[in-house]
């Protein structure tokens, strides 16, 4: 079958060619996506999602240090702190339409490979909306369940004033970084 072909039996429904628009066409959808995909996506984790209702991601802090036993054995309780972040799906569409004739004068060929340019086009909008989280009030990131961005003081991922970029700053960023506190405020995040 030549491109055309394709794309015109495209312009038809689901249930005129099932096996073609569904099976065919949503692997190499996901191959182009995949092959597209933004590198900022490292730092997110993907995550499933049955419907659009808002999805409650939960979090349970470390537990606490434990204390040494004494020769009675009286053992000490501890506890642990809760906290979560509310999202929700949302979708994203374009519609393209283009005529049977379109594609019969496409003598270049620009309408030949419109999966390959749907696949793409959803990555970036994938990368724009993550970006736009990460970047949102400012550039402190999204506002959090505890009324703070993403990059706040109180998260202990922010300095209270900037510096300039050099390796003195560079270094108390980074030792500022792994001394965050996980949700209970004294175990270390990266222990």
Known sequence: ??????????LHTTSD???????AGNR?????????ASAIKQVARE?????????????????????????????KSGTFTDGGEVYRLATFAKIFGISRQALINDDLGAFSDPLRLMGRAAAETEATELTALLTA??????????????????HGNKAASGA??????????????????DLDGKTPINS
Request: aromatic letters at 6%.
């Open 47 to 75: 995550r499933t999602a049955n419907d659009f209702r808002d999805i409650t991601n939960l979090k349970l802090s470390g537990g606490p240090a434990l204390d040494k036993v004494n020769e009675h054995g009286e053992v």
């Open 164 to 181: 300039a970029i050099a390796l003195a700053s560079l270094a108390t960023g980074r030792k500022a970084m792994r001394d965050q506190k």
């Open 17 to 23: 060619f099932p096996q073609l628009l569904t099976a």
């Open 137 to 154: 009030n400012s550039g402190n990131g999204v506002t959090l369940a505890d009324g703070n961005p993403l990059y706040h003081t109180s």
């Open 1 to 10: 079958q030549s491109d055309a072909q394709v794309i015109e039996r495209a």
């Open 28 to 36: 190499y959808l996901l191959d182009t996506f995949e092959t597209a």
